[in-house]
Nanobody, 124 residues
Framework: QVQLVESGGGLVQVGGSLRLSCSAS????????MGWFRQAPGKEREFVAA????????YYADSVKGRFTISRDNAKNTGYLQMNSLKPEDTAVYYC?????????????????WGQGTQVTVSS
């Protein structure tokens, strides 16, 4: 069992930056891939970024490529999402997720554990 807790969300102006953190419990985090997803008001949850267990592979949604960076520190059982050049359309609840595989995925249905989400609001 893995429990995930996100932090780092908040209110930021257009063009600003935020770094989200995802703290994981359990000793298996280092062998699990993780991802970030988001859900804006009135929209379905969508993929943002994903990373495999060893940080060898990273994937990004086209909408965030070049602005967001996913990373992880297995020694600290923590994953990160660095978000730069934020836009109003980035406003959403951001969720981290983990799957009991070393390989990552962009498909939310393949993730086994989810955090409670953290709100990111970008004001213009």
């Amino acid at each position: 069992q893995v429990q995930l807790v996100e932090s780092g969300g908040g209110l930021v102006q257009v063009g600003g930056s935020l770094r989200l953190s995802c703290s994981a419990s359990g000793r298996t985090f280092s062998t699990y891939a993780m991802g970030w997803f988001r859900q804006a008001p009135g929209k379905e949850r969508e993929f943002v970024a994903a990373i495999d267990a060893s940080s060898s592979w990273r994937y990004y949604a086209d909408s965030v490529k070049g602005r967001f960076t996913i990373s992880r520190d297995n020694a600290k059982n923590t994953g990160y999402l660095q978000m730069n050049s934020l836009k109003p359309e980035d406003t959403a609840v951001y969720y981290c997720a983990s799957r009991s595989r070393v390989t990552t995925s962009t498909d939310e249905n393949l993730y086994d554990y989810w955090g409670q989400g953290t709100q990111v609001t970008v004001s213009s």
